[in-house]
């Protein structure tokens, strides 16, 4: 099998919705949302924003807890943008690699995919655990 973009996806992602925000040069308004389910940037949202929101992004893609943070909730953060006339919910999600299935970080099943080249160490719904097999 070779690897192709559209068949890989994070297993963890994240939803971005801007909750509070004020004029500003990426015209972001309340109520947009933005989604990373991939290794790419999404569509639109400001590059300062994101460049700033990184790190806590990283950090959530290696299990960090956002309540050490400051949050409330294990898998959500509110963000500030560096000029703080734009607020962010960044809501970290669980899903599968192969398919994008959104699922409970306990329903991920760790499996291996062959590729020509390589294998990775994959997390998987439960449909593509067993077509792995």
């Given at each position: 099998m070779s690897s192709t973009e559209k068949d890989w996806f994070e297993s963890i992602g994240y939803e971005i919705e801007v909750?509070?925000?004020a004029p500003c040069r990426a015209?972001?308004?309340k109520g947009q949302k933005y989604q990373i389910n991939n290794y790419t940037t999404p569509n639109?949202?400001?590059m300062e924003a994101f460049h700033s929101m990184y790190p806590l992004l990283f950090s959530g893609k290696i299990e960090g807890d956002f309540t050490k943070l400051g949050?409330?909730?294990?898998?959500?953060r509110i963000f500030?943008?560096?000029?703080?006339v734009v607020k962010f919910k960044i809501k970290r999600f669980?899903?599968?690699?192969?398919?994008?299935?959104r699922v409970d970080k306990e329903e991920l099943h760790q499996a291996k995919k062959e590729y020509n080249d390589f294998v990775l160490d994959v997390n998987v719904c439960s449909t593509c655990f067993s077509n792995l097999k």
């Open positions: 909750i509070e925000a015209f972001h308004e639109g949202l400001c949050s409330d909730d294990y898998n959500t500030n943008c560096p000029s703080r669980y899903q599968c690699n192969t398919c994008g299935y």
